[in-house]
């Protein structure tokens, strides 16, 4: 049974930073697609960042060039990396894994991942 745990999540100031990691168990993901994502409350769960197998990566406009998500294989472990945060970042945050090894499908939509972790807070003050 695959377990994503999340982590690092917490209050921080506009224009401050928070370190993001999902701990991955029950099977290496190493080859899986990999995505975090947020929900506001009221709010729809929103894509985030993903990264592939190979390490490609992919973010929302919302939080390009500010967010970085990688990921460790040897420790089965997936980051993001926030910078510069804004209120407007303030949800909480997810990460989830796709089932099928080697394949992206539609990375952007919830539907398309199978395993979540249980979700982290960030707050963002302003």
């Known amino acids: 049974q695959v377990q994503l745990v999340e982590s690092g999540g917490g209050l921080v100031q506009a224009g401050g930073s928070l370190r993001l990691s999902c701990a991955a168990s029950?099977?290496?993901?190493?080859?899986?697609?990999m995505g975090w994502f947020r929900q506001a409350p009221g709010k729809e769960r929103d894509f985030v960042a993903g990264i592939n197998w190979s390490g490609r990566t992919y973010y929302a406009d919302s939080v390009k060039g500010r967010f970085t998500i990688s990921r460790d294989n040897t420790k089965n472990t997936v980051y993001l990396q926030m910078n510069s945060l804004k209120p407007e970042d303030t949800a909480v945050y997810y990460c989830?894994?796709?089932?099928?090894?080697?394949?992206?499908?539609?990375?952007?939509?919830?539907?398309?991942?199978?395993?979540w972790g249980q979700g982290t807070q960030v707050t963002v003050s302003s």
């Open positions: 989830a894994a796709n089932r099928r090894a080697y394949y992206s499908g539609n990375y952007y939509y919830p539907a398309e991942y199978a395993y």
């Open positions: 029950g099977r290496t993901l190493s080859n899986n697609f």
